[in-house]
């Protein structure tokens, strides 16, 4: 199934080791602090267990947000670099 990952880490080390991480697990940047791609269920348990040592103080969160197909191929996109949530028709650029 698609998600997608947003962050808020304050550490800027902690951040970096946080984005190599969800690279790790094959997902794609589609902004600074977001990412997206497909998670089988094994490993979206993984991730959440292993993201959790980032959360080190009150302002640190992790979203893993699970899309189904119907929300993300209705998904609004506003970019000037052609970033796309899904790879399917029916996202709208604007």
Do not use: W
């Not at 600074?32 to 009150?58: C, H, I, M, T, W």
């Not at 000037?80 to 029916?90: A, F, I, P, R, Y």
């Amino acid at each position: 199934m698609l998600h997608l990952v947003v962050y808020d880490i304050s550490d800027d080390g902690s951040r970096a080791r946080l984005a190599k991480l969800l690279e790790k697990f094959g997902l794609q940047r589609v902004q600074y602090s977001a990412f997206r791609g497909e998670l089988n269920p094994n490993d979206r348990e993984v991730l959440a267990r292993q993201v959790g040592k980032f959360v080190r103080d009150d302002r640190d969160c992790i979203f893993i947000i699970p899309l189904c197909q119907r929300c993300s191929s209705t998904a609004i996109v506003i970019s000037n670099t052609g970033v796309e949530l899904v790879k399917e028709k029916g996202v709208e650029f604007v």
